[in-house]
């Protein structure tokens, strides 16, 4: 009888874990079709928190959330938590990384049509550079970089960029001369520099404090919120408005992850977007006018050049495409947007 009872607490106990382990496994199955209704796109750019793209891009985030009853999220990793803005591309490229912000002058090395928006004086003004971007120039170019495993989804607006120096003002092309000057790892933006007659320095936009501290470089080149949000008038300043370059930031999908996101996703995903960049343009006039502000409470010396004086310098590097059919026909076409 003892043996008896003893076999039957063992089939008990058996029997127990047997139930035990079937409802893990329903747990775990369920579980998963749970998880599998929610999709999480993982977003890392290099730009602070209080950047205008940032909240943007938290409102993109949002309105994604709401659309897509919340089946669709979107994480936010800024400031370089995943790497350097060139870093986030490769990662696109191979499907480690969903999303991305980059300047179009560090994605031209990746997508290489790209770089005509980083050419100097492209642009009449502001509102020509929208008409550009937001029209049949600009949803080519975004599509253009498919064929690299990059899909662009939007232009953030990035204002114009000007050079910031420590140790005397740019008032003409000629004070130039000598200076080294951080640019983006960026052909075009070499080239501008050389142009204009100073020596083009590429450093990371991370690195660039320091350099400007330690006297790798005399100065830089960027829009007014990047300058005073960096901090970088701190020992920069002399700030000279010739506005040389408008050049936007790319918000970019991994085409890894774009092709697996079905038409309702996507649709949910583009609205998102175009919403988050009329947002952040807003945000940004404001950013502008805050800097300028902020910067000359600061003690920097604002000037503002004759413009045509450096335009006239750069002219022979629109001259250099005219051998590459297809980028010339390209900048004529941006050049007679209305």
Request: proline content about 4%.
């Amino acid at each position: 009888m003892p043996k008896l009872i003893s076999n039957f607490k063992q089939y008990k106990a058996m029997k127990t874990i047997k139930i035990v382990l079937l409802f893990i496994i329903i747990g775990t199955f369920l579980g998963c079709e749970i998880q599998s209704e929610v999709k999480t796109l993982r977003l890392g750019h290099g730009l602070d928190v209080s950047h205008s793209v940032h909240k943007a891009m938290v409102k993109m985030a949002e309105d994604l959330l709401v659309r897509s009853g919340g089946k669709l999220k979107l994480e936010i990793y800024p400031s370089q938590q995943l790497g350097t803005e060139r870093e986030c591309l490769e990662l696109l490229q191979i499907g480690s990384l969903d999303m991305t912000k980059v300047s179009v002058g560090v994605l031209e090395n990746f997508a290489p049509k790209m770089k005509v928006l980083g050419l100097p004086f492209l642009f009449r003004d502001r509102q020509h550079s929208f008409n550009v971007l937001d029209g049949p120039i600009g949803e080519m170019l975004l599509n253009d970089g498919e064929k690299y495993w990059l899909k662009g989804l939007g232009y953030y607006d990035a204002g114009s960029r000007s050079f910031y120096t420590m140790n005397k003002p740019i008032e003409k092309p000629d004070d130039l001369i000598g200076e080294k000057i951080r640019v983006m790892e960026s052909a075009t933006a070499v080239n501008m520099v050389k142009a204009l007659g100073g020596s083009p320095t590429p450093i990371s936009w991370g690195e660039l404090y320091t350099s400007l501290q330690q006297g790798v470089v005399d100065g830089a080149e960027n829009n007014p919120p990047s300058f005073y949000l960096s901090r970088h008038y701190e020992v920069c300043k002399y700030y000279s408005l010739d506005e040389h370059t408008v050049l936007p930031d790319v918000l970019l999908i991994g085409t890894y992850v774009w092709d697996k996101l079905n038409e309702q996703e996507r649709k949910w995903l583009k609205e998102a977007v175009k919403e988050s960049v009329k947002y952040q343009r807003i945000l940004w006039a404001e950013a502008e006018e805050e800097a300028l502000r902020e910067v000359q409470k600061a003690g920097v010396q604002v000037i503002r050049p004759d413009k045509s004086l450096f335009a006239e310098k750069v002219q022979s590097i629109f001259e250099g495409y005219k051998e590459d059919k297809e980028m010339y026909s390209l900048i004529k076409q941006i050049q007679e947007t209305k």
